[in-house]
């Protein structure tokens, strides 16, 4: 089984700068999620979507971070423009969505983000 | 806010168990606790979830205490790949909720 896709692996870019990441899910899975993972802390969520809708965005700063999910499979994560303290690893995960049972998330690799 | 408390870095030498402890005093009823690990420059890793009883799978161990507050992760014959930073969650047992992540363990495995 593929697991979860995520490009470009490595990123850097200066302030004020434009940048996008692209996460591809595992086959079937309904639930994404976006993490932010800042240098020695825990991930925290960004988004998560269900299907192409938006599940939970409270902890998106949505005046320079955008995210869409087209047709509920690929994502993508946008920065617009990037400030210093966006630097870190933008990780996607995946989980299927059934009732009554743990749907563990799987993780992709990270985008690891440098804003100079 | 994570709902855990865990000890920032652990050693332990290869061939040995790992136990890894984590806090969860104020974990209600409805909260299940997770344990996840991040490996060097990868994601977050499943390992096992338990409620009440104790777990075990092919990974690892959980040992829950009877009043819930706290539990132990036990990987019983730790080889060097199991380096990683341990994440103990606690949360609703529903399946699309999100993950929220304290600092975790930092365990090394001595050669």
């Known amino acids: 089984e593929a697991g979860v896709a995520q490009s470009p692996r490595y990123k850097i870019i200066e302030k004020r700068q434009s940048v996008a990441f692209w996460c591809n899910p595992i086959?079937?899975?309904?639930?994404l999620y976006w993490y932010q993972q800042i240098l020695g802390q825990g991930p925290k969520l960004l988004i998560q979507?269900?299907?192409?809708?938006?599940?939970?965005d409270s902890q998106l700063p949505k005046d320079r971070f955008s995210a869409e999910r087209l047709k509920g499979v690929d994502s993508t994560l946008k920065i617009q423009p990037a400030k210093l303290e966006d630097s870190a690893v933008y990780l996607c995960?995946?989980?299927?969505?059934?009732?009554?049972?743990?749907?563990?998330?799987?993780f992709g690799p990270g985008t690891r983000l440098t804003v100079l | 806010d994570a709902k855990t408390t865990q000890p920032p870095s652990m050693d332990c030498a290869e061939g040995r168990a790992a136990n890894l402890p984590c806090n969860h005093s104020t974990i209600s009823g409805n909260e299940y606790v997770y344990w996840y690990r991040q490996i060097h420059s990868q994601g977050p890793q499943y390992i096992i979830h338990g409620l009440k009883n104790n777990e075990t799978n092919e990974m690892a161990s959980l040992i829950i205490t009877e009043d819930r507050k706290s539990s132990t992760l036990i990987l019983p014959h730790a080889t060097l790949r199991d380096t990683a930073v341990y994440y103990c969650i606690v949360r609703p047992f529903q399946g699309a909720q999100k993950l929220v992540f304290g600092q975790g363990t930092r365990l090394t495995i001595n050669p």
């Open positions: 995960a995946s989980s299927f969505l059934a009732g009554g049972t743990y749907n563990e998330q799987f």
């Open positions: 086959s079937g899975h309904a639930t």
């Open positions: 979507f269900q299907n192409n809708g938006v599940v939970d």
